[in-house]
């Protein structure tokens, strides 16, 4: 059973930071990877899709890396800005359809 | 259409009785998921549909559940004789091959049970 895990669950920084969040997954045969944002009484957005094949994607100050051997995907986002602040959530698909995820990093970036 | 839209977007209902919940996912995603996020929580798999058929239910949390989706298009959530624990925002999402198979999530549908 494919179990996600993100750390930290909650991260304060200063504006400016580069920063970055973790996700881990139990069981490496998956499909792909997505990480998403989600703000305060939102649905998810899309930030970065990493199919099994690839080692990492990048979208302006966003880059995901996925090391399917070790089980782990980082998301990292240079010099941060206060509109970053949300809950940042992994997904993971696995073979089996479902796509599993992790409980989320909860970021608040100061101004 | 443009993105994934749901329908109610805000549900306020009596308990006992019964709500739909309505998804219309971007055109030709094959691919559509119901998932069930209480207030401060994580996100909760219910059910996942490839085109009409759902191999994989086991998410659905009692047989008070129920989704159906037909034309490989619209979808419905069934929640029969609501419990003040299923007050919650109640995903969708749907993605497909024309779209790199991507998640793209609808606003949600705010169920809050009285």
């Known amino acids: 059973k494919q179990e996600v895990t993100q750390i930290p669950a909650a991260l304060s920084v200063p504006e400016g930071e580069n920063l970055v969040l973790n996700c881990s997954f139990t069981?490496?045969?998956?499909?792909?990877l997505q990480w998403f944002r989600q703000d305060p009484g939102k649905g998810l957005t899309s930030l970065l899709l990493?199919?099994?094949?690839?080692r990492e994607q990048t979208s302006g100050r966003l880059n995901a890396s996925l090391d399917k051997s070790s089980g782990r995907s980082t998301l990292y986002i240079a010099a941060s800005q206060p509109g970053d602040s949300a809950t940042y959530l992994c997904?993971?698909?696995?073979?089996?359809?479902?796509?599993?995820f992790g409980a989320g990093t909860r970021l608040f970036v100061k101004a | 259409g443009a993105g994934v839209s749901q329908s109610p977007s805000n549900k306020v209902t009596e308990k006992g009785k019964d709500v739909e919940l309505r998804c219309d996912p971007i055109?030709?995603?094959?691919?559509l998921y119901w998932y069930r996020q209480r207030l401060g929580q994580g996100l909760e798999f219910l059910i996942y549909?490839?085109?009409?058929?759902?191999?994989?239910k086991s998410g659905l949390p009692s047989d008070r559940f129920s989704a159906e989706r037909t034309g490989e298009s619209v979808s419905t959530l069934t929640i029969q004789r609501t419990q003040q624990e299923d007050s919650a925002v109640y995903l969708c999402?749907?993605?497909?091959?024309?779209?790199?198979?991507?998640?793209?999530f609808g606003e949600g549908s705010w169920l809050t049970v009285v």
């Open positions: 999402a749907s993605s497909g091959e024309s779209s790199g198979n991507t998640i793209y």
């Open positions: 069981d490496s045969a998956i499909y792909n």
């Open positions: 990493i199919q099994s094949s690839q």
């Open positions: 997904a993971v698909k696995s073979g089996g359809f479902k796509t599993i």
């Open positions: 055109s030709g995603h094959t691919a």
């Open positions: 549909f490839q085109g009409n058929s759902a191999p994989d």
